[in-house]
Each structure stands twice: as C-alpha cells, then as structure tokens.
Antibody, heavy 119, light 110 residues
Framework: QVQLVESGGGVVQPGRSLRLSCAAS????????MHWVRQAPGKGLEWVAV????????YYADSVKGRVTISRDNSKNTLYLQMNSLRAEDTAVYYC????????????WGQGTLVTVSS | QSALTQPASVSGSPGQSITISCTGT?????????VSWYQQHPGKAPKLMIY???NRPSGVSNRFSGSKSGNTASLTISGLQAEDEADYYC??????????FGTGTKVTVL
C-alpha cells in the first residue's frame, strides 16, 4: 500500500532554513509527480509546490516562490522541500502527496509534519 | 492564484442530501476537468473522494457524487451519515500548471 512519511519539521527561528523529507513506499516513486501542500493551524489547505516524475519540471505557489525549492531523489524514493528565509506565516503542517496516475490530481497524502516558525 | 470559493459551512440531518459548491474561474475549474474533492477529519490527512469532476476512487461510497457547470463544481453527499461530518476541500488544476484548493467547507450532521 502507498505510504508517504514526512520528517524534518520542528521549531525554527524566523529567517532560518529547514529541509523537509518525505519517504515514499508502496508504489513506483520514480513514475509519479509529487506535491507539497501545507495547512496552517485551524486554516485550509494551501498548495505549495509540485515536481514532475523525473525532477525536470517544478512549479511553485506565488506565496513561497523564491524561498522554497522542491526536489527529489528517485534512487532513495524521497521527496524534499528546502525552505529558506522562514516567516511566521510559514507555520503549518506540511503534507507530502502524490499525483493520481496519469492525471494532475492528488490521490494519496502523508500524515504531515509540523513546522513552527517562532523566536 | 486565489483560492477557490466554498461555503464556510453546510449542515444537514441524517439521511438528507447536501451540496457543497466550489467556484473558480475559466483558468482553473472552468477550464479543465481536473477537479477533485477531499474529506478531512480533525487531525487527519485529507482523503480523496472525487477526481476528474465526477469519478469516485475505489472504496469511496456511492453516496458521494460530483459535477461541474461552467466555473463551479459541486459535491453532493446523499443519505448523510454521522461519519460524513468533516471538512471538505475542492481542488483544481490551473492554467499555470499549478494547483489551487478551495477555502474549505465544514459539514455538520445535525
């Protein structure tokens, strides 16, 4: 069965950096587009970024463009999100998610990792 | 990219039907048949309920159905049950090759 396990969250000071990881299993990771989606406490879902199956194409939400980088290592079945210049408004649960086969829609989600930006 | 517009809350009695709307633009909902719906219970990850506007993944109850007209998509839950009480989000592919979620709707079973 599909499993997506995020890690790397925690408390970080404003202006610092953090890298999130997502370990994937139960499917052929190298053939699916992957996403990061976040949810601030008590708020709705916000799409953050997507990367194509081979890492050649990457797209970002305007709210994070220039501050975050999505990447993947298909040899390790792992997705990453490098976040720089963190702000209080980046505080959220960050979910890793995979695309539905052959469609630009998310089908499976991880359980999320909490990032808290606070001094 | 602005969030898709959903009603903040919808409620119904057990056995009733409710419909949640999701309004976007011709650059997202109206332009593509890649609208999906997700159910999220408190403290849990979202779960896919509908994809491609109206298709149900295996294992999702046929009480859930989706449709679209112009720039507005809809999710209907028929035969409302206590377990349906949750937050629901729509999502769409966009012309910028990004994705956008709806503002979310809290469904309450009275």
């Amino acid at each position: 069965q599909v499993q997506l396990v995020e890690s790397g969250g925690g408390v970080v000071q404003p202006g610092r950096s953090l890298r999130l990881s997502c370990a994937a299993s139960g499917f052929t990771f190298s053939t699916y587009g992957m996403h990061w989606v976040r949810q601030a406490p008590g708020k709705g879902l916000e799409w953050v970024a997507v990367i194509s199956y081979d890492g050649s194409d990457k797209y970002y939400a305007d709210s994070v463009k220039g501050r975050v980088t999505i990447s993947r290592d298909n040899s390790k079945n792992t997705l990453y999100l490098q976040m720089n210049s963190l702000r209080a408004e980046d505080t959220a649960v960050y979910y890793c998610a995979k695309d539905w086969p052959g469609r630009p829609e998310i089908d499976y989600w991880g359980q999320g990792t909490l990032v808290t930006v606070s001094s | 990219q602005s969030a898709l517009t959903q009603p903040a809350s919808v409620s119904g009695s057990p056995g009733q039907s409710i419909t949640i709307s999701c309004t976007g633009t011709s650059s997202d909902v109206g332009g593509y048949n890649y609208v999906s719906w997700y159910q999220q219970h408190p403290g849990k990850a979202p779960k896919l309920m509908i994809y491609d506007v109206s298709n149900r993944p295996s294992g999702v109850s046929n009480r859930f159905s989706g449709s679209k007209s112009g720039n507005t998509a809809s999710l209907t839950i028929s035969g409302l049950q206590a377990e349906d009480e949750a937050d629901y989000y729509c999502s769409s592919y966009t012309s910028s090759i990004t994705r956008v979620f709806g503002t979310g709707t809290k469904v309450t079973v009275l």
